[in-house]
């Protein structure tokens, strides 16, 4: 039940589930087990299942369908998308090697990139993935790996991913992208060349906003590579999380569906209103990011960015007369959340820092959830009114 000629949806519900099924049950059990029996004296290590190596029943079948979903040879659950990242990158580098890595990444990966891994003697260079054809210059004998993200944050923007994979495919290096924000649903790194797709599975692929996951899917030997060394560093991911990332799993795509209609029509309202200056989605033709977006991803899914005439003090106006939202970072959840960036992912950054990065005073973060459309945007309505 894995063929890949199966839809979006039927492949969230059926594919990766055991055959047959333990005692006959509907929905796989849960083998809340640190450890399971030795098999014999002539067993090696690789029969040792133990759920720090993340080879039980319960992560196999996960592992199955994280697969799958990406039309991906391998999946791997971790404990949270901070250890797949970190795990993935420090499978493939060493002290000596050198990192591709796009110019703008996610606040904890960007504190790994350009301050852990430095610390252990890795050279780092960062690359505009709007900008594919900068990158024969960037490239040195040292290079191994190159790094991106489906979708940026806060700006939402999609660069040429294709041709990403394909210079690292030319040129002998691990391509990694996150696709935490997309979702497989809407981008499958496997089918565009990437090596490694690595998510925050805390987010969409979860999605009930409920525990801290991370998934890694790709290539068969490069995710046995990542499941190895995770096993020596520690980020493997608990049975009874394992489970409810199943569960929350199978209604990934229905979801997405959800996500983007919502995101697309808050952005065009948005768009329309006067005291809106810009808005972020790759769904709206204004975006830079539109051309790209069409060409690589399913739906534009549910992360938008906007910002509002009259800087913080207007941004905060809005944000504290919002009645749907939750103001909380994160994202990929059934509820509405709400975050300004300058106070919470681009904090640590000077103001002239976050102008250069585009995050304006004024630019609110918004996970679009699951609630009616007309309902957010009676309240974004209202909230501009403020
Ligand atoms: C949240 C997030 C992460 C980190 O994931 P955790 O599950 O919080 O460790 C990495 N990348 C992106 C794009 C994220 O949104």
Do not use: W
Not at 66 to 80: F, Q
Not at 117 to 136: F, K, Q, S
């Amino acid at each position: 039940m894995s063929k890949p000629s199966y839809g979006p949806h039927t492949r969230a519900i059926h594919a990766g589930e055991p055959d047959p099924r333990p005692a006959g049950a509907a929905v796989a059990p849960i083998f809340q087990s640190s450890t399971f029996l030795f098999e014999g004296h002539d067993a090696g290590y690789e029969d040792v299942h133990y759920a720090r190596l993340s080879n039980t029943p319960t992560h196999d079948v996960l592992h199955a369908k994280l697969a799958a979903l990406e039309n991906a040879e391998a999946g791997l659950a971790t404990a949270s998308g901070m250890a797949a990242i970190s795990s993935s990158l420090l499978t493939f580098l060493k002290q000596g090697d050198h990192l591709l890595a796009q110019d703008s990444l996610y606040g904890g990966t960007h504190m790994v990139v350009h301050k852990d891994l430095p610390a252990l003697g890795i050279e780092v260079t960062t690359y505009d993935a709007a900008a594919p054809e900068a990158l024969p210059a960037l490239v040195r004998p040292n290079t191994k790996v190159i790094y991106a993200e489906t979708m940026t944050n806060p700006l939402v923007r999609v660069g040429e991913l294709d041709a990403l994979a394909r210079f690292g495919a030319e040129h002998g290096l691990v391509s990694m992208i996150d696709n935490t924000f997309a979702s497989p649903t809407n981008f499958r790194p496997a089918e565009h060349g990437f090596d490694l797709a690595l998510h925050s599975a805390t987010k969409y692929l979860n999605g009930h906003t409920d525990l801290i996951a991370g998934a890694v899917m790709g290539k068969a030997d490069h995710v046995e590579a990542v499941r190895h060394r995770s096993g020596h560093l520690g980020g493997s991911l608990d049975a009874h999380a394992c489970f409810l990332l199943h569960r929350g799993i199978k209604t990934l795509p229905l979801r997405m569906e959800r996500h983007a209609s919502n995101a697309q029509h808050v952005a065009e309202f948005l768009a329309a209103q006067e005291q809106v200056v810009a808005v972020n989605y790759p769904g709206l033709p204004s975006s830079p990011s539109h051309a790209a977006a069409s060409r690589l991803l399913d739906t534009c899914s549910g992360m938008l960015s906007f910002e509002v005439a009259g800087g913080r003090a207007a941004a905060y106006a809005v944000q504290d007369a919002l009645q749907i939202p939750l103001v909380a970072p994160s994202l990929g959840g059934l509820e509405t959340l709400v975050t300004l960036p300058a106070e919470t992912s681009h904090v640590g950054m000077t103001p002239e820092e976050r102008e250069a990065a585009g995050v304006a005073d004024g630019l609110i973060r918004v996970s679009i959830g699951l609630e009616d459309a007309d309902d957010l945007i009676a309240d974004f309505g209202q909230a501009l009114g403020a």
